[in-house]
């Protein structure tokens, strides 16, 4: 056979045989919808058969009342008349050779229809209506006590105790997709009080004692221990998923979930179903949900090293794009919930610093794109791209983790890319108005050195940049606006730098906005010169800075800003003196770095008053934003007597608006 005829034997053999698989399998597809239509029409003509008895039955009961005379006729003669629908039962399976199988027993009569007799028809009928049919409605189930939830709970009943907790959940309201078939998963509480506390009591007691459902190889013990912690943790996760009104139940639902971690990958489809609703919970309002949401997805993220890998990324992912979906906006509000995301981000990258190198890298890579874009092409999509919270905030939670794990061996290679991008934004928006943006990034570089120990960046040209700038100029004390409207005018541009980006151009010409900045700019100036005052360089490093403020301080004429600069001064001027001094007693040179580490540490237990001047700042700002939140927390609750006095302050400001008018229409 020659190789041109073998490829055409091949090629019909393969249409051949394609042919046929694809008639079997639609053949074997008719045949199994065919087998489908008639057991469906079967269930049909069950239920009409049901229907009919139902109906029968209830005529004879009726007949009592109709016609008594006529039912005890038919009593006397032949009762089996009145017994429809039991002598049946027992006709079949007399006929038919069954004894005690005719019962209304659901485990017997599963196997009734291998012994009825297939060419009895009467018999099939009377076979299909009792296995359809109970003999007698059930009794409804006994409501769940507080007696048996201890009892359940304390002897560690695990399937009891899933029951009751499939049916809290469900009392609740929730939708749960429980596999169970029986009615102990759909019971009643005898107190409504009970229904949550079932929930915690299980969850607590079951999470307590994973160790009992595993086997000594890390897998569960069997079929049905798997199953059972199936329902729990698919009942678990709808129950958080869906309910979080309460912050406690939702909180300790997820602590709950924790120890079954290590356990969730023998479960298809479940790690992924946890991780998303964990994930999801990160950026709760109630912190402590947010908590005992990440302790799941931090859980899944560091489980053993065989099977972490799987989740890990998404997980690493997962919080970061919490971070920016919730940083969207950057207010008082949602402050503490960004705060707490970047904590988060910074935590959990530290768990694998090889993966955490390759996520920084790529995230930060692309934050240089958008800025590179931007500097290419200043097209308002491109400047949106940048000039935003989520960007803003994405740069300062990679500051974080580099500065944070900044050894060379660990994140320290990224500091320098994320530096460079920040600066690279501050130069490409230099307008007056833009100045806040400058200072959030000047304020998360010093947050860098800080933490870097005291890596050098030069934050203190762009900080000087801001305050010689003509737009930034103090050297007359009077505003814009007139005397007699000074106090509201400076009111109505006041502006909170810390929650603003950019401001307008009539604030950016206001007193009140130059003011804002040069105390910010201050602020961050000492906290720079304080990271770096331990530095054996450090006077010379710094005689720019000292020479620009003494020249500013002789141009500021408002008296709050001509004091902080002051202080400034004097305190650089002792911590100068302290330094040089210490470094005269020493006999080391530049060259020689251990002894220099050695002088640094020294200088830095010791202290200095430019240091100590920063840290009473910092505590004065600390103490400061913490009674604006609560004030702030203050307001927002609503109660009756602020709803009144709001009323009665209306009232009279609309009455003293009607007196001066009346006073005015009568001087007129």
Same mark, same amino acid.
């Given at each position: 056979?020659?190789?041109?005829?073998?490829?055409?034997?091949?090629?019909?053999? $393969?249409?051949?045989?394609?042919?046929?698989?694809?008639?079997?399998?639609?053949?074997?597809?008719?045949?199994?919808?065919?087998?489908?239509?008639?057991?469906?029409?079967?269930?049909?003509?069950?239920?009409?058969?049901?229907?009919?008895?139902?109906?029968?039955?209830?005529?004879?009961?009726?007949?009592?009342? &109709?016609?008594?005379?006529?039912?005890?006729?038919?009593?006397?003669?032949?009762?089996?008349?009145?017994?429809?629908?039991?002598?049946?039962?027992?006709?079949?399976?007399?006929?038919?050779?069954?004894?005690?199988?005719?019962?209304?027993?659901?485990?017997?009569?599963?196997?009734?229809?291998?012994?009825?007799?297939?060419?009895?028809?009467?018999?099939?009928?009377?076979?299909?209506?009792?296995?359809?049919?109970?003999?007698?409605?059930?009794?409804?189930?006994?409501? /769940? &006590?507080?007696?048996?939830?201890?009892?359940?709970?304390?002897?560690?009943?695990?399937?009891?105790?899933?029951?009751?907790?499939?049916?809290?959940?469900?009392?609740?309201?929730?939708?749960?997709?429980?596999?169970?078939?029986?009615?102990?998963?759909?019971?009643?509480?005898?107190?409504?009080?009970?229904?949550?506390?079932?929930?915690?009591?299980?969850?607590?007691?079951?999470?307590?004692?994973?160790?009992?459902?595993?086997?000594?190889?890390?897998?569960?013990?069997?079929?049905?221990?798997?199953?059972?912690?199936?329902?729990?943790?698919?009942?678990?996760?709808?129950?958080?998923?869906?309910?979080?009104?309460?912050?406690?139940?939702?909180?300790?639902?997820?602590?709950?979930?924790?120890?079954?971690?290590?356990?969730?990958?023998?479960?298809?489809?479940?790690?992924?179903?946890?991780?998303?609703?964990?994930?999801?919970?990160?950026?709760?309002?109630?912190?402590?949900?947010?908590?005992?949401?990440?302790?799941?997805?931090?859980?899944?993220?560091?489980?053993?090293?065989?099977?972490?890998?799987?989740?890990?990324?998404?997980?690493? %992912?997962?919080?970061?794009?919490?971070?920016?979906? &919730? +940083?969207?906006?950057?207010?008082?509000?949602?402050?503490?919930?960004?705060?707490?995301?970047?904590?988060?981000?910074?935590?959990?990258?530290?768990?694998?610093?090889? +993966?955490?190198?390759?996520?920084?890298?790529?995230?930060?890579?692309?934050?240089?794109?958008?800025?590179?874009?931007?500097?290419?092409?200043?097209?308002?999509?491109?400047?949106?791209? /940048?000039?935003?919270?989520?960007?803003?905030? +994405?740069?300062?939670?990679?500051?974080?983790?580099?500065?944070?794990?900044?050894?060379?061996?660990?994140?320290?290679?990224?500091?320098?890319?994320?530096?460079?991008?920040?600066?690279?934004?501050?130069?490409?928006?230099?307008?007056?108005?833009?100045?806040?943006?400058?200072?959030?990034?000047?304020?998360?570089?010093?947050?860098?050195?800080?933490?870097?120990?005291?890596?050098?960046?030069? /934050?203190?040209?762009?900080?000087?940049?801001?305050?010689?700038?003509?737009?930034?100029?103090?050297?007359?004390?009077?505003?814009?606006?007139?005397?007699?409207?000074?106090?509201?005018?400076?009111?109505?541009?006041?502006?909170?730098?810390?929650?603003?980006?950019?401001?307008?151009?009539?604030?950016?010409?206001?007193?009140?906005?130059?003011?804002?900045?040069?105390?910010?700019?201050?602020?961050?100036?000492?906290?720079?010169?304080?990271?770096?005052?331990?530095?054996?360089?450090?006077?010379?490093?710094?005689?720019?800075?000292?020479?620009?403020?003494? $020249?500013?301080?002789?141009?500021?004429?408002?008296?709050?800003?001509?004091?902080?600069?002051? &202080?400034?001064? %004097?305190?650089?001027?002792?911590?100068?003196? %302290?330094?040089?001094?210490?470094?005269?007693?020493?006999?080391?040179?530049?060259?020689?770095?251990?002894? /220099?580490?050695?002088?640094?540490?020294?200088?830095?237990?010791?202290?200095?008053?430019?240091?100590?001047?920063?840290?009473?700042?910092?505590?004065?700002?600390?103490?400061?934003?913490?009674?604006?939140?609560?004030?702030?927390?203050?307001?927002?609750?609503?109660?009756?007597?602020?709803?009144?006095? %709001?009323?009665?302050?209306?009232?009279?400001?609309?009455?003293?608006?009607?007196?001066?008018?009346?006073?005015?229409?009568?001087?007129?």
């Amino acid at each position: 056979m020659t190789t041109k005829d073998k490829k055409s034997f091949k090629k019909y053999a $393969k249409k051949h045989l394609a042919t046929v698989i694809e008639s079997r399998r639609k053949g074997a597809k008719a045949k199994k919808e065919k087998m489908e239509r008639v057991e469906r029409r079967k269930i049909k003509e069950a239920k009409e058969t049901e229907r009919e008895e139902r109906e029968h039955v209830e005529q004879l009961e009726r007949l009592k009342d &109709t016609d008594p005379e006529f039912h005890s006729y038919l009593e006397s003669e032949d009762p089996t008349l009145l017994q429809f629908g039991q002598d049946d039962m027992d006709l079949v399976g007399e006929n038919s050779g069954s004894d005690a199988s005719t019962e209304a027993d659901e485990g017997d009569l599963e196997g009734l229809e291998d012994d009825l007799s297939d060419d009895d028809e009467d018999g099939e009928e009377g076979a299909s209506r009792k296995e359809r049919q109970p003999r007698e409605p059930r009794a409804p189930l006994k409501r /769940v &006590t507080k007696e048996e939830l201890k009892a359940v709970v304390d002897g560690k009943k695990i399937e009891a105790a899933i029951d009751i907790f499939v049916s809290a959940a469900r009392e609740l309201g929730f939708n749960i997709k429980d596999a169970g078939k029986s009615d102990k998963a759909r019971r009643k509480f005898e107190e409504p009080s009970l229904v949550k506390e079932s929930l915690v009591s299980v969850a607590r007691c079951l999470g307590q004692n994973v160790s009992s459902l595993i086997s000594g190889k890390g897998t569960f013990k069997n079929h049905k221990t798997r199953y059972l912690v199936k329902r729990l943790l698919i009942a678990l996760v709808s129950v958080i998923a869906e309910g979080g009104s309460d912050a406690n139940l939702s909180a300790t639902l997820l602590h709950a979930i924790a120890p079954f971690v290590p356990v969730l990958h023998y479960i298809k489809g479940l790690t992924k179903t946890v991780l998303k609703t964990a994930l999801n919970l990160c950026a709760n309002l109630e912190e402590r949900i947010r908590v005992a949401a990440y302790v799941v997805v931090r859980a899944i993220a560091t489980r053993a090293t065989g099977t972490r890998s799987m989740y890990q990324s998404t997980a690493f %992912k997962g919080v970061f794009l919490a971070l920016i979906r &919730t +940083a969207h906006q950057y207010t008082i509000h949602n402050l503490p919930v960004v705060s707490f995301l970047m904590n988060c981000v910074v935590d959990l990258y530290g768990t694998d610093m090889e +993966a955490a190198y390759q996520h920084v890298f790529v995230y930060t890579r692309q934050l240089a794109v958008y800025l590179r874009a931007v500097l290419q092409q200043q097209s308002q999509a491109n400047v949106r791209a /940048v000039f935003n919270w989520q960007y803003l905030n +994405a740069l300062r939670a990679w500051g974080l983790v580099v500065s944070t794990y900044s050894e060379p061996a660990q994140l320290g290679p990224m500091i320098h890319p994320v530096v460079q991008i920040a600066l690279g934004v501050m130069d490409l928006f230099s307008s007056p108005r833009m100045f806040p943006m400058h200072l959030h990034m000047l304020e998360m570089l010093n947050h860098i050195s800080s933490r870097a120990d005291g890596a050098y960046i030069p /934050v203190a040209s762009y900080l000087l940049r801001i305050l010689t700038s003509p737009a930034m100029s103090l050297g007359k004390e009077s505003g814009s606006s007139k005397r007699s409207r000074d106090g509201k005018r400076e009111q109505e541009d006041q502006v909170d730098l810390q929650f603003t980006m950019r401001v307008k151009k009539s604030q950016s010409r206001g007193l009140a906005y130059r003011l804002s900045v040069w105390q910010e700019a201050l602020y961050l100036l000492t906290e720079h010169m304080a990271t770096h005052s331990s530095n054996v360089g450090f006077p010379e490093a710094f005689w720019s800075v000292e020479s620009t403020l003494k $020249k500013l301080k002789q141009e500021v004429k408002i008296p709050k800003i001509h004091s902080q600069i002051s &202080t400034i001064l %004097k305190h650089y001027d002792t911590t100068v003196k %302290k330094l040089q001094a210490k470094r005269d007693q020493g006999n080391f040179g530049p060259c020689d770095v251990t002894a /220099v580490k050695q002088f640094e540490d020294e200088m830095k237990v010791a202290g200095n008053p430019l240091a100590q001047y920063h840290a009473s700042l910092r505590q004065q700002r600390v103490a400061a934003f913490a009674a604006k939140q609560k004030a702030l927390k203050e307001q927002q609750r609503t109660t009756l007597d602020s709803v009144v006095d %709001k009323k009665r302050g209306g009232k009279r400001r609309q009455s003293a608006r009607q007196d001066a008018d009346d006073n005015n229409q009568d001087e007129a």
